[in-house]
């Protein structure tokens, strides 16, 4: 075993007996840190202390993370085209904090006869975002509903900042 001590020095390669005596005799304890390294690694530390630390790191680590969520936005067939660009920055503010986002396309009555209409304004949608966007599901008609799942292009960001 690669023993640590509470210093963070190397003691070098001891067998665990050797390792379990020095822990004792400083009156703290043996833990594995990296059980699949050759050796594996040891550290003598204070476990009490040890967990603590490993816990609020945990808890921070936990804390800033953000939960992506899969956003919706609806509208209709016959939307005009100030009202779709305002649900488009809408849209796009929801794909720049890293959300998913359904939209939903909604046809109303005879409206349904004409179905060709919703798929060509589901893919003016799309291009309007261009290489922003990928679209995770393609659009599908589902009873009186189109919808499809677009995500931000993480790959156009890096590229275009």
């Known amino acids: 075993m690669r023993v640590i001590d509470q210093e963070g020095k190397q003691l070098g390669v001891l067998s665990r007996i050797e390792a379990l005596q020095i822990a004792q005799q400083q009156g703290l304890d043996l833990v594995e840190i990296s059980p699949d390294a050759n ?95 990928v679209v995770d599901q393609q659009p599908q008609l589902a009873g009186k509903q189109l919808s499809f799942v677009i995500r931000s292009n993480t790959n156009a960001k890096a590229k275009n900042p």
């Open 39 to 133: 050796p594996p690694v040891v550290k003598i530390v204070n476990w009490g202390k040890f967990n603590y630390q490993r816990t609020k790191q945990l808890q921070k680590n936990k804390r800033n993370t953000k939960v992506l969520d899969l956003k919706q936005m609806r509208f209709g067939l016959k939307i005009s085209q100030h009202d779709l660009d305002v649900k488009l920055k809408k849209v796009n503010s929801m794909l720049d904090d890293g959300h998913k986002v359904k939209i939903t396309l909604f046809y109303r009555g005879r409206e349904l006869a004409h179905k060709d209409l919703g798929f060509a304004l589901a893919n003016r949608v799309i291009e309007t975002f261009g290489d922003h966007v």
